[in-house]
Every structure is written in structure tokens, then in C-alpha cells.
């Protein structure tokens, strides 16, 4: 079982940037591939970035490449979403998720979910 908790949304200027934060309980993260995902209003979830366990490789949504950064610390059981040059399109709830097998874009492959954490991006 992992639990995951989001932090770091609130409301910044296009342009501006924020980090985003997701805390995992559990001594087994490190062998959890970790995604992002987002909801807009009316819009159905969407995948934003992956990483595996390792940290070794990531993959991003075309729409976030060079403006958005995946990473992890292990050690903090912790994952993380450096999120630069955001615009009003990005307003979103953001999701962490942890799937226990390959790292994937498809929500169906990840088994556990955080409450997720607003972002909101005025013009």
C-alpha cells in the first residue's frame, strides 16, 4: 500500500513557475515507476510525466516538454514536478500516481493516487 500526498499548487502569473511536491509513505518507493497527471474543468485526465524507480528515465507530455521537469529523491520518498513558463492552459488539479511495474502515460496502469493539488495560472 502507498499513500501519496500533493503540495505545492496555488495561483502564479503566466509566466511564472512552481514546484510541486508528492510525499509517498511506504518503504518500497523506490521500486514505484511515478507519474504526474491533470484534470482541467470538463476535460478528462491527462497524463503530464513519468519517471521510474531508479530515476533513470523520464518521458513527458509533448505539451510540457522543455517547460516541465520530473524528478525524485528516494531517499525523501518523495517526487517532484519543477513546472517553468506556465500559462493559463496549465490550470489544473495535478495528480501523483504510482504504478508498480513500467513506467507508463496510462492512468489504468497506476494503482495509487494522491488527493491531488491546484494549480492555477491567471493571464
Known amino acids: 500500500q502507498v499513500q501519496l500526498v500533493e503540495s505545492g499548487g496555488g495561483l502564479v502569473q503566466a509566466g511564472g513557475s512552481l514546484r510541486l511536491s508528492c510525499a509517498a509513505s511506504?518503504?518500497?518507493?523506490?521500486?514505484?515507476?511515478m507519474g504526474w497527471f491533470r484534470q482541467a474543468p470538463g476535460k478528462e485526465r491527462e497524463f503530464v510525466a513519468a519517471i521510474r524507480g531508479s530515476g533513470g528515465s523520464t518521458y513527458y507530455a509533448n505539451f510540457v516538454k522543455g517547460r516541465f521537469t520530473i524528478s525524485r529523491d528516494n531517499a525523501k520518498n518523495t517526487v517532484y514536478l519543477q513546472m517553468n513558463s506556465l500559462n493559463p492552459e496549465d490550470t489544473a488539479v495535478y495528480y501523483c500516481?504510482?504504478?508498480?511495474?513500467?513506467?507508463?502515460?496510462?492512468?489504468?496502469?497506476?494503482?495509487?493516487w494522491g488527493q491531488g493539488t491546484q494549480v492555477i495560472v491567471s493571464s
Open positions: 511506504g518503504r518500497t518507493f523506490s521500486t514505484y515507476a
Open positions: 500516481a504510482a504504478a508498480p511495474r513500467n513506467l507508463s502515460t496510462r492512468l489504468y496502469e497506476y494503482d495509487y
